[in-house]
């Protein structure tokens, strides 16, 4: 998978008013949508393609064609570097508005995240902010 991060934060980092840092990105990867049956089971759907627009250690932006409502939980597919990982997420804001080829913009907060995937997250944005610093240098 293709990662590519933007290379001028200035702009996103002037309006940080969260817990961790949002890392403006292009990650294509999938996701599934995850529903409670009858039973109070969660069952998924098959797989939906999108674009992580920007992540953080506590959730993501997300584009895509899928309609989702706020509340529903998505279950995502994320390839940081070399390393692949799945993080299941509550959908907290939806945009319907188009973005790129996509139809809504989903704001997605980790739900039980444990504290090894958020480093793991969290080693990877440190990583890429880096990168960005020197080349900025």
Same mark, same amino acid.
């Given at each position: 998978m293709?990662?590519?991060?933007a290379?001028?934060?200035?702009?996103?980092?002037?309006?940080?008013?969260?817990?961790? @840092?949002?890392l403006p990105?292009?990650?294509?990867?999938? @996701?599934?949508?995850?529903?409670?049956?009858?039973?109070?089971? #969660?069952i998924?759907?098959g797989?939906?393609?999108c674009t992580?627009?920007?992540?953080?250690?506590?959730?993501?932006? #997300?584009?895509?064609?899928?309609d989702?409502?706020e509340?529903?939980?998505v279950f995502i597919?994320l390839r #940081?570097d070399d390393?692949?990982m @799945?993080?299941v997420?509550?959908?907290r804001?939806?945009?319907?508005?188009?973005?790129?080829?996509?139809?809504?913009?989903?704001?997605?907060?980790?739900?039980?995240?444990?504290?090894?995937?958020q480093?793991?997250?969290?080693r @990877?944005?440190?990583?890429?902010q880096?990168?960005?610093?020197?080349?900025?240098?």
């Open positions: 293709n990662t590519h991060c290379q001028n934060t200035q702009i996103a980092e002037s309006r940080q008013r969260r817990n961790f @840092f949002r990105c292009q990650i294509p990867t999938k @996701f599934r949508l995850l529903n409670k049956n009858e039973n109070g089971q #969660l998924s759907t797989w939906y393609n992580i627009r920007d992540l953080s250690g506590g959730g993501v932006s #997300l584009a895509t064609k899928q989702m409502n509340n529903d939980f597919s #940081l390393e692949n @799945f993080v997420g509550e959908i804001k939806k945009n319907n508005r188009p973005s790129d080829s996509h139809d809504y913009v989903y704001g997605i907060m980790f739900d039980d995240l444990s504290s090894g995937s480093d793991k997250i969290v @990877f944005l440190i990583r890429h880096k990168r960005r610093t020197t080349l900025a240098s």
